[in-house]
């Protein structure tokens, strides 16, 4: 599954990615994440507060980094 | 933070929330009239005397820590609860093709209620931008954000007292409405960076995910959410600050501090205005040095300009909008942002 995760390099950001990291582990799904932090990009994908979390081209999560449920539910 | 919890939690019956919830608050106040006792037993404690220089540094330190705290923790919660009506996306619907004017002075009331950290300034900003909200009615949106929020008012509630808070929400909203109006009339649009002016977010980007609704008890989530995520980055600020705080209530002499921050000295307020420019602290570490400057005689106005320009005015801040603004365009937010700043020094030193 490929998941994006978009922020400028944030503190929350990088808290994003290892939460889905750590709950893709935990579950035994595959994931590959990508950061997106170049502002233009980020910006491309409409959304207005960091870090957003992209799964399939659609944004799923964004302004908080997501619980452990959450990611959970994305991850299917 | 946006308000899109949306996945299952344990549950506990709404009711028990709402029973906590008048609990806590009632434990609040119980406690928080007891402050003062508290803080004389533990000064007691040191081996100085009370009426020493250290013994009300001490004295200072172990009063303003828990009542910031205190003041924190409930205002903090309560505003979570509000702004979890509020989301970037509303503001921006509702911003859209709003005149200047009208425009403005709804873009500055929504920057204190719309939750956003400083982070997302920029995809903000171009979010706002590119839906059509004019230039200037995004810019009272910024100034506005940082400047008037629940941190400050707490704290200077809490410290300062209910008058000067109420009046720094005041010209705090004013600064940010006739600053954004002004910067609006300039027609600076060109001076955007060129991939701004370019782009159309919105227009392309993909669906985004239907938030769910969300319950009452899910909006005290996201408080005590608040709560937790306020506390984790300021409370070292506010440490440091009331350890200054503490330090001028002390030691500083009171005519030393007439003498410079006194209403006769005009040079005074510009003066703090530079300072606070490359400060970089944001409320909780500004308002307990307020409080200690104002209790030895510095002036209202020259100590909210300093202030203001600390919290709105910052080189960070800057360095992140460099981004999206070009070197032209900030130097005009600075200097309309700093003149309001100076005017209302001026005005108070004038007024008390």
Redesign the interface.
Known sequence: MDIKVL??G?A?CKATADMITRVAGEAGKEVQIEKIED??Q?????????PAV?IA????????VP?H??V??WLG | ??A??????PTRPDWLWHIGLVGFVAVWWLVYGQLIPMAEWITALFPVDRHSHTGEAIAFFFYDVPKVMMLLTLIVFGMGVVRSYFS??RT?ALLAGKREGVGNVMAAGLGVMT???S??A???F???V?AGVPLGVTFSFLIAAPMVNEVALALLFGLVGWKVAMTYFAFGLSIAIVAGWVIGKLRLEGWLQD?VRD?H??A??????DDAPLTLVDRYHLGI?AVREIFGRVWMWIILGIGMGALIHGYVPEDLMVRIMGAEAWWSVPAAVVIGIPMYTNAAGVIPIVEALLGKGAALGTVLAFMMSVIALSLPEMIILK??LTLRLIGVFVGVVGTGILAVGYLFNFLF
């Open positions: 922020g400028p944030c929350k502002m233009r980020i910006v491309g994908f409409g959304v207005m507060t960091t992209v081209g659609k944004v799923v999560h964004k302004g908080t619980s449920d959450q959970l539910a | 933070m946006s899109d919890i949306s996945s299952p939690r970037p996306e921006r939750p956003f950290c982070c997302s920029v995809p903000l171009i979010g706002l590119s991939w782009i977010s919105g392309t980007a993909p669906e985004a995910a959410e981004q999206v």
